[in-house]
């Protein structure tokens, strides 16, 4: 079963406001992943966990948070957003096979609409 | 430097057409894997294919088939009797495997399809 779910599926935020968006996924996947999506193109890969640690951290400003608490879970904690940041996040995972030379299949989750108002 | 282009920016067909959407990409490895997600409106990627940089078969499943051409770098998919339900936002992906776990997806602009009773 490819499932991943993410929490809530729409936020509204004021720019002062602390929020945190959830992903979840009972697949076994050792890999997860935080992507932004505004509209009309394609994902931005935001952050990457490999066996809960951080891996892959596309530069992203401070004011987005990660946090891999166990391999089933992932968190993004939202903090001072501006208007700009309103876009669709998407979470996703995979197995994650390093040095096997494979790449899984990354699957995603329907995604939270933010908006920052 | 890693790319892929989606020249087609929306698509508009019939219900019934069979209609192509073109993938090319940009690599300079000998092993990647290219993948082709569906994005309806309710925001989800869903996966649609995986394909290696060695198996150039091409591939049929339904009403969908991929047409994989290395000596063309072009990675095309076709949706035969096209369907009101096949209307979606679709995305080419590469990834490689230099020095990363899991694999950076490298995503086209997408192709918008939409499918007119």
């Known amino acids: 079963d490819t499932e991943v779910t993410q929490t809530p599926k729409h936020l509204v935020m004021g720019m002062t406001n602390k929020k945190s968006l959830k992903c979840e996924q009972h697949?076994?996947?050792?890999?997860m992943y935080w992507y932004k999506q505004k509209a009309k193109k394609p994902p931005e890969l935001m952050f990457v966990?490999?066996?809960?640690?951080?891996?892959i951290n596309e530069s992203v400003p401070s004011r987005f948070s990660p946090e891999c608490p166990n391999s089933s879970l992932l968190n993004l904690h939202l903090h001072a957003l501006q208007p700009e940041d309103s876009a669709l996040y998407l979470c996703?995972?995979?197995?994650?096979?390093?040095?096997?030379?494979?790449?899984?299949?990354?699957?995603f989750g329907p995604g939270t609409r933010l908006t920052v108002l | 430097a890693q790319k892929v282009t989606q020249a087609q920016t929306e698509i508009s067909v019939v219900e019934k057409e069979d209609v192509t959407l073109d993938c090319v990409y940009e690599?300079?490895?000998?092993?990647?894997?290219l993948f082709w997600y569906k994005q309806p409106p309710s925001g989800e990627l869903v996966f649609l294919i995986r394909r290696n940089s060695f198996d150039e078969q091409n591939e049929i499943s339904g009403r969908y088939s991929w047409n994989f051409q290395k000596s063309t770098s072009s990675f095309n998919f076709t949706i035969t009797a096209s369907q009101v339900v096949d209307s979606a936002v679709y995305f080419c992906a590469l990834t490689d495997l230099r020095g990363n776990q899991g694999g950076k997806l490298i995503f086209g602009q997408g192709t918008e399809l939409s499918v007119k009773p």
């Open positions: 966990y490999s066996y809960e640690k951080l891996s």
């Open positions: 996703a995972s995979s197995q994650d096979r390093p040095r096997t030379g494979v790449t899984d299949t990354q699957y």
């Open positions: 697949m076994g996947h050792r890999a």
């Open positions: 690599t300079r490895d000998t092993t990647y894997y």
